[in-house]
T-cell receptor, first 116, second 112 residues
Framework: NAGVMQNPRHLVRRRGQEARLRCSPM?????VYWYRQLPEEGLKFMVYLQKENIIDESGMPKERFSAEFPKEGPSILRIQQVVRGDSAAYFC??????????????FGPGTRLTVL | GEDVEQSLFLSVREGDSSVINCTYT??????LYWYKQEPGAGLQLLTY?????DMKQDQRLTVLLNKKDKHLSLRIADTQTGDSAIYFC????????????FGAGTRLAVHP
């Protein structure tokens, strides 16, 4: 039973390019969370999605960032026109049940984005 | 507001006990978690405690919760070099789904 998978593990982009980060949740999980970890900081919530729905995007920057979790395929976090301040580790987590506060989140290994 | 605070660094000798402390602000938190992050890796769930409990023990790990003071601690008995990592405290915010608020992490260094 594979865990949460993220790819790529490392991504380098030049300023102004687009970054696409992928997350495949654990088998049977239909709830996905994205978090960002800046250097020397804790993880900050970005967005919570269920299949085909964005439930809470209160942690997403208003511009350039978007997320989706289609019916088929992985969840995608897209960052358009990246800037140096976007350099961070982006973690995806998935959970199984109803997405309630009793749900345990299982984290992927993260994608480390470096913007040159 | 929602905030979780931890001390940033802890150094212990191999074989000693480690105690990592955390304070949180949201009194409606339902669960509190401890995650471990090794260099270059994702987060590994170590243990969690429900907010109506005072203590939870799991092998070498003991979690203590003081709900009145909003203080959480993680004690690692017989600390080993393999325990060297960053430990994150997190609280789940009530509201129907499990949005986690993390502290900045405590870097634990274990030396011989």
């Amino acid at each position: 039973n594979a865990g949460v998978m993220q790819n790529p593990r490392h991504l380098v982009r030049r300023r102004g390019q687009e970054a696409r980060l992928r997350c495949s949740p654990m088998k049977g999980h239909s709830h996905v969370y994205w978090y960002r970890q800046l250097p020397e900081e804790g993880l900050k919530f970005m967005v919570y999605l269920q299949k085909e729905n964005i439930i809470d995007e209160s942690g997403m920057p208003k511009e350039r960032f978007s997320a989706e979790f289609p019916k088929e395929g992985p969840s995608i976090l897209r960052i358009q026109q990246v800037v140096r301040g976007d350099s961070a580790a982006y973690f995806c987590a998935s959970s199984f049940r109803t997405g309630s506060s009793t749900d345990t989140q299982y984290f992927g290994p993260g994608t480390r984005l470096t913007v040159l | 507001g929602e905030d979780v605070e931890q001390s940033l660094f802890l150094s212990v000798r191999e074989g000693d006990s480690s105690v990592i402390n955390c304070t949180y602000t949201d009194s409606s938190s339902t669960y509190l978690y401890w995650y471990k992050q090794e260099p270059g890796a994702g987060l590994q769930l170590l243990t969690y405690i429900f907010s109506n409990m005072d203590m939870k023990q799991d092998q070498r790990l003991t979690v203590l919760l003081n709900k009145k003071d909003k203080h959480l601690s993680l004690r690692i008995a017989d600390t080993q070099t393999g325990d060297s990592a960053i430990y994150f405290c997190a609280e789940s915010i009530s509201g129907g789904y499990n949005k986690l608020i993390f502290g900045a992490g405590t870097r634990l260094a274990v030396h011989p």
